[in-house]
């Protein structure tokens, strides 16, 4: 069974840019969560969606956006990039809500 | 008040020993707990759930949940230097919220 897989792995942009990250979930995982891990902050939540639905959001600025497919797959956008938005962004599955999560191997976004 | 909180570490044990990792937790309303290990420049690894509170075992791991205390732990029986990772717990309650993590060193 394939795990949760995110696209692109390494990705670099500069100041201003914006970025559009992709995760495709574990196959029947409904539930889809984002994180950002940065070594001084630790993992902090995003958003889960759930069913194409933003079910909560964590405590990131409007320039954070997320949106959920059909399919379950989900992308999150990143406007107008700052320095500080450089992390590993996390992509977690699950089958729904309070079920264990599982991870891709991430995204590690460096902003120039 | 962090809403989940963990020894800060370093922990070193020695090859063989028991590892004891701990986490508390701020929502009384949290009904899901987790533990995750997470290796250097690698992706948290799930690798225990437990939802009701005494112990739970797998294997070398035991989680341990008091609800009462808001505490959750999570034992590792005869370390091994390949159990040397961060170990990350989670909590869920309204979402999921994940402690700063404990790095564990096994020392052979």
């Known amino acids: 069974k394939a795990g949760v897989t995110q696209t692109p792995r390494y990705l670099i942009k500069t100041r201003g840019q914006q970025v559009t990250l992709s995760c495709s979930p574990i196959?029947?995982?409904?539930?889809v969560s984002w994180y950002q891990q940065t070594p001084g902050q630790g993992l902090q939540f995003l958003f889960e969606?759930?069913?194409?639905?933003?079910?909560n959001k964590g405590n990131f600025p409007g320039r954070f956006s997320g949106r959920q497919f059909s399919n379950s797959r989900s992308e999150m956008n990143v406007s107008t990039l700052e320095l500080g938005d450089s992390a590993l962004y996390l992509c977690?599955?699950?089958?729904?809500?309070?079920?264990?999560?599982?991870f891709g191997d991430g995204t590690r976004l460096s902003i120039l | 008040q962090k809403e989940v909180e963990q020894n800060s570490g370093p922990l070193s044990v020695p090859e063989g020993a028991i590892a004891s990792l701990n986490c508390t937790y701020s929502?009384?309303?949290?009904?899901?707990f987790f533990w995750y290990r997470q290796y250097s420049g690698k992706s948290p690894e799930l690798i225990m759930s437990?939802?009701?509170?005494g112990d739970k075992e797998d294997g070398r791991f035991t989680a341990q949940l008091n609800k009462a205390s808001q505490y959750v732990s999570l034992l590792i029986r005869d370390s091994q230097p390949s159990d040397s990772a961060t170990y990350l717990c989670?909590?869920?309650?309204?979402?999921?919220?994940f402690g700063a993590g404990t790095r564990l060193t096994v020392k052979p």
């Open positions: 437990i939802y009701s509170n």
């Open positions: 196959s029947g995982h409904r539930s």
């Open positions: 969606y759930f069913s194409e639905t933003q079910r």
């Open positions: 989670a909590v869920s309650a309204k979402d999921m919220r």
């Open positions: 929502d009384r309303g949290s009904q899901s």
């Open positions: 977690a599955s699950s089958l729904g809500i309070e079920q264990p999560q599982h």
